[in-house]
Structure formats: structure tokens, C-alpha cells
């Protein structure tokens, strides 16, 4: 079937999943936790192909960690679905208020729709996005990438089968297997017939979603994500921070990519970071200071600071003080998650209120920026926008209003 027809199909469910109950919806993502832990094996035999495929493109292992299915994340996966299921249900709570004529009006919650999603090489956010909609009560249309789509496939196809079985109505989920970018136009132009498309990938994606899109978006953001090491800081907790942000997982966007060091202990302090750094496989690229203190550092251009690596990559560079690591990060930052690392108290709160992005740390990983990690059970991705949603998004931000009005005759004059 073609993607409009799809997306139709999507669209002729939605009524009936917005009317779905809590139970009725935690019984169907019971029912997908389940199939994925029993049908690890298909899923896995499905992703070697694309690791095989990824592997003669030469893609970078850090890409290939994205993209790889273990029976450990498969397991994990499914834990985050029923996760998701434990979530309070949002759909038809309601704040009331009565007004002097007498009407009450009920502003309640309600489904969005049908949500279309485009995303690339990480095959778990084909379950996170279905899960994220089921709870939601929306339709939705998925729509990965190439280098994913033989796991999306088998993952999908697996959900699917056990949540229609569970009680999803026909349609209310949708793979387009064409990921030629024929098929991402088209979802761009279904105004009426998908209500929102959220991006989630790299920079190309999201800009091309966001600048060709006559329907609604809401943007995720990359994660240009940097550390800031004040000169009144824990040095053993600097570098622990360091070498968990950047290396646990270099391919997510919450992964860190620049680090700030004082000035007045950068003698000190950059030699000892880059060597752990180093000792985990990062490649280095440093500012002119940094190169004076470790000669073999690779120079960072301008580009350097406005670059989302996903690789095992940073970039360090020597500041003044405070106020003008605030001015860098707020200048090439990509208002993601930023963290300083300081003992000063004065200096974590200036922090905290100047730096201009959705999640601000003090000593502590960037990593943590993530709908799992702040008890949304999962996310649909890191809104870097300032309208609707900002921040991991889970199950109420997937969510609209509508308003009920109670009468009794009234009328207006």
C-alpha cells in the first residue's frame, strides 16, 4: 500500500483509539512487552542484516552501536513499554470552572490524532513512538530510515501482531517501508490526514521536516552538549562526569561533545582529562590554549564548536571564566543539555538561570536527559523548541485540549 493510503488507514483508526480506556490500552502494550521478549531471536536475525549492510557501508561504530539489537535491549525495550503502561492515563482528565451566566466549561485532554514520525538508524524508536501513541490514544505512521528498516520491520510486525490480538483497532499503526525521501515528502504534505510529524535524527532530517512541512512539526533538536569545568570544582568528579557523558553512548544526542576548562586550572586539569578521555577512544580537538598544554591535539576550527559529532569526539577549549563559558554555549550550543561542574554555589545557580537550554546540570551527566531517566517512561524525542513541548517528550506532550461547555439555555448577547 502506498504511504497516503497508509496514513489513511492511520487516520479512519484514530476516533475509535482516541475513545480506547486505560485499561484497554495498558492490556495492548502488556500484550507488545511480551511478544518482543518472546520473539527476540526473529528480531535480532533481522537486524544482522542491517548491521551487515552498515558494516559494508562503512559506517562508523559508533552508528553501528545505534543500530545494534542485543536480547539485552530488546529486554529493555520492552521494560520501557511497560513503563509507559504504568503512566497515569492523561486522555479525559479535565479542569472545570463554572462562569457568572452560569455555563460550565471543562478543558479537557484529548488525543492529537494521527502522529507521523520520521526517524533514522535507531530501530527501538519504531516500539518507543507506537508505545508513547498507544498510551496517547493517537494513531500513528512510522517512518525510519534505511540503514534500520529490515529491524523496524521485524520489530514492528511483531508489536503489531500482538496488540491487534490485545485489542488495537486495524490501522492505528503503520510502517512505510519506502524510505526513499519520496516517501518522507509525501508525509510532509498530508495536512488533514496526519495532524503532527515529529523529526528525529540528525541535523539534515530535522532542518529538511521543519523548512518542507505544510504539516504541524514539532522539532526535536540536536545535542551539541558541553561541560563546563569551573575552576572551583571536584577534579576526580570532572572527568568521571566526562568520560560517562561522552563515552556510555557517543551516538545519542544527549552524548557530550564540548568541554570548557577555567582557565586557572587548565594546566592541571586538561592533560588528566584527555588522557582519560584518550584512554576510552576519543579523538581530541582543542582550542589554541589546549594545544599549548598537549601538543598533539587536534586543532578545532570554527566549525568545530557547532558540531554534533555522534563519534567519539570532543572538543575542549580554555575560557576566562564563567560568564564567557555562559556566552560560548549559549552561542554554538544547540539547546539540548549543558552541565557545569563547580563547588561553588553562586556560580551553579548563575549557571543554572544564563545558560538557555532545556536541560541544565550541575555535577552531573548530560546523559540523563531522557524520557526513561525522568520517569516518563520513554520519549518520542528532546524537543529543543519553545512552543508546546520542550524537553523529553512522553505521553502529555502527544496530548491537545478540548473544550466542553455545560448549559442550561443560555444565550449570548
Known amino acids: 500500500m502506498d504511504v497516503r493510503g497508509k496514513a489513511q488507514k492511520a487516520k479512519n483508526a484514530a476516533h475509535t483509539m482516541g475513545l480506547l480506556g486505560q485499561n484497554e490500552k495498558n492490556a495492548i502494550l502488556f500484550a507488545i512487552a511480551g511478544a518482543l521478549k518472546e520473539n527476540y531471536e526473529t528480531i535480532i536475525e533481522a537486524n544482522k542484516l542491517d548491521l551487515e549492510n552498515a558494516e559494508q557501508n562503512g559506517m562508523t561504530r559508533a552508528f553501528i552501536d545505534r543500530l545494534t539489537l542485543t536480547q539485552q535491549r530488546i529486554n529493555g525495550i520492552a521494560d520501557g513499554v511497560l513503563d509507559i503502561a504504568k503512566l497515569d492515563d492523561p486522555i479525559g482528565k479535565a479542569d472545570m470552572f463554572k462562569r457568572p451566566n452560569g455555563l460550565i ?51 514492528v510486525s511483531v508489536a503489531k501482531k500482538a496488540a491487534i490480538e490485545a485489542g488495537l483497532p486495524e490501522g492505528a499503526v ?12 509525501e508525509m510532509m504534505t498530508m495536512n488533514g490526514v496526519i495532524d503532527v510529524l515529529i523529526p528525529r535524527g540528525g541535523k539534515g532530517l530535522i532542518d529538511s521536516v521543519v523548512h518542507n512541512s505544510t504539516v504541524p512539526v514539532i522539532e526535536t533538536g540536536i545535542g551539541n552538549c558541553h561541560t563546563y569545568v569551573d575552576d572551583n570544582s571536584n577534579e576526580k568528579m570532572a572527568i568521571d562526569i566526562i568520560v560517562n557523558a561522552k563515552v556510555s553512548r557517543p551516538s545519542v544526542c544527549n552524548s557530550l561533545e564540548k568541554v570548557l576548562v577555567h582557565k586557572s586550572i587548565a594546566n592541571e586539569f586538561v592533560p588528566k582529562c584527555i588522557k582519560a578521555l584518550r584512554d576510552n577512544g576519543v579523538e581530541i580537538r582543542g582550542c589554541k590554549a589546549v594545544q599549548a598544554i598537549v601538543a598533539d ?5 570554527e566549525e568545530d564548536w557547532y558540531e554534533e559529532y555522534s563519534n567519539y569526539i570532543v572538543a575542549i577549549k580554555v575560557v576566562d571564566d564563567i560568564d564567557t563559558a555562559i556566552a560560548h554555549i549559549n552561542k554554538y550550543g544547540s539547546g539540548h543539555s549543558d552541565a557545569i561542574i563547580t563547588e561553588d554555589y553562586n556560580n551553579s545557580q548563575k549557571f543554572l538561570a544564563e545558560v538557555d537550554s ?7 551527566s548530560t546523559r540523563f ?19 508546546h513541548a520542550r524537553g523529553p517528550m512522553g505521553v502529555k506532550e502527544l496530548t491537545t485540549v478540548k473544550y466542553i461547555i455545560y448549559g442550561n439555555g443560555q444565550i449570548r448577547v
Open 358 to 364: 532545556v536541560a541544565v546540570y550541575v555535577n552531573a
Open 369 to 387: 536527559t531522557d524520557g526513561y531517566e525522568f520517569g516518563y517512561g520513554g520519549e518520542m524525542g528532546i524537543s529543543t523548541q519553545k512552543l
Open 105 to 155: 466549561i471543562a478543558k479537557t485532554v484529548v488525543p492529537l490524532g494521527v502522529i507521523g514520525i520520521i526517524f533514522e538508524s535507531r530501530p527501538n524508536v519504531s516500539i518507543d513512538a507506537m508505545a508513547l501513541c498507544i498510551k496517547s490514544g493517537n494513531s500513528c505512521v512510522l517512518r525510519g530510515g534505511s540503514a534500520a528498516i529490515n529491524s523496524n520491520m521485524a520489530l
Open 297 to 301: 591535539v587536534i586543532p578545532a576550527t
Open 174 to 185: 503503520q510502517l512505510i517501508e519506502d524510505t526513499t525521501r519520496d516517501s518522507a515528502k
